[in-house]
DNA sequence: ATTCAGGTATGAA
DNA sequence: TTCATACCTGAA
């Protein structure tokens, strides 16, 4: 086990964000602290948080090779937000939001597997999202070994790789359609082909390009519009002024901003800004307020 | 039964 | 360019 103390870390409003599917929060017993599971970039990981320590269940060269990065932790989110809050201070909508949202990271999600999970999004809501996501790597993942972890507690945990793009290629779009994805799996196939058919490594080819030119690449591929590769490149990419519109921001927008386009959307940050204000409208504020 | 859920492709104005 | 509409599917 690896313990780190850091600020501006929120294992649950993280796993709450959004940006990925396959993070859950478990009560080992009663009365006990939560832990949390989390499937991502081809491991597993279990996750407790006391305070502004955070205990990561792996080896410590686990940790520094592999989750230190996926977590954003070599960043240091206390100074950007700082920064922020200067910039707009006028703007108390904005500092309510961060307030709220505080605690959460942007995190280097998988590039397939955002790929995929946000094409998945479109039209759903995310407890649906989420079992498309767990049907589509259970389901792919049948006969491979599966992935575990040293559980807490010494239970041991498995769980399932999300699917290969080369494995998603060959399939029948039968069998994606089979995951309860519906008209997406023809965007799944797609996507799985563009993929796994190009020759170099499509995730530095985009990181490299600048935000622009991937923006305009992503949204090549059949069945990705603005909102799935802005997500693509914020969440996996880490584009860090890739800022998603969906529902949820638009409401922002309508509601809060009265039709204008805020000040920080333009920001460096403008992602991680979103982030605050995106989990701020979902889950912070009272819907009945102006109802 | 009808509507809605973290959008996008398509075709018409 | 902008705008309306269809789209799989399950849950309220």
């Known amino acids: 086990m690896v313990t780190v103390q850091v600020s501006d870390f929120d294992m649950r409003k993280i796993a709450t964000s959004g940006q990925c599917f396959r993070m859950t929060e478990w009560i080992a017993r009663p009365g006990h602290p939560a832990y949390f599971e989390v499937n991502a970039i081809g491991k597993l990981l279990q996750v407790r948080q006391e305070g502004d320590r955070v205990h990561f269940f792996c080896s410590d060269d686990e940790y520094e090779t592999v989750w230190r990065n996926y977590f954003d932790l070599g960043t240091n989110y206390t100074q950007i937000i700082q920064a922020i809050k200067r910039k707009y201070s006028d703007d108390q909508f904005l500092m309510n939001a961060i307030e709220y949202g505080r605690g959460i990271r942007i995190l280097r999600h998988?590039?397939?597997?955002?790929?995929?999970?946000?094409?998945?999004?479109?039209?759903?809501?995310?407890?649906?999202?989420?079992?498309?996501?767990?049907?589509?790597?259970?389901?792919?993942?049948?006969?491979?070994?599966?992935?575990?972890?040293?559980?807490?507690?010494?239970?041991?945990?498995?769980?399932?790789?999300?699917?290969?793009?080369?494995?998603?290629?060959?399939?029948?779009?039968?069998?994606?359609?089979?995951?309860?994805?519906?008209?997406?799996?023809?965007?799944?196939?797609?996507?799985?082909?563009?993929?796994?058919?190009?020759?170099?490594?499509?995730?530095?080819?985009?990181?490299?390009?600048?935000?622009?030119?991937?923006?305009?690449?992503?949204?090549?591929?059949?069945?990705?519009?603005?909102?799935?590769?802005?997500?693509?490149?914020?969440?996996?990419?880490?584009?860090?002024?890739?800022?998603?519109?969906?529902?949820?921001?638009?409401?922002?927008?309508?509601?809060?901003?009265?039709?204008?386009?805020?000040?920080?959307?333009s920001d460096p940050y403008a992602g991680l800004i979103q982030q605050f204000v995106f989990f701020y409208k979902r889950n912070g504020m009272s819907t009945l307020f102006w109802a």
């Open 110 to 265: 998988d590039f397939f597997e955002t790929l995929i999970s946000f094409i998945i999004s479109q039209r759903k809501n995310i407890p649906e999202i989420r079992k498309c996501v767990n049907f589509l790597s259970s389901k792919f993942a049948a006969g491979e070994h599966p992935l575990s972890t040293q559980g807490i507690g010494n239970g041991l945990s498995t769980g399932s790789k999300f699917p290969s793009a080369k494995q998603l290629a060959a399939s029948e779009i039968s069998e994606i359609i089979g995951c309860g994805v519906g008209y997406r799996a023809k965007y799944i196939h797609e996507a799985a082909k563009w993929y796994s058919e190009f020759p170099g490594n499509w995730e530095s080819e985009l990181s490299g390009m600048g935000y622009e030119r991937a923006m305009e690449t992503l949204m090549k591929i059949y069945g990705v519009g603005p909102k799935v590769a802005n997500c693509v490149c914020l969440f996996s990419l880490h584009y860090m002024n890739a800022c998603p519109v969906d529902v949820w921001i638009q409401k922002v927008l309508d509601q809060e901003y009265f039709g204008n386009i805020p000040q920080w959307f």
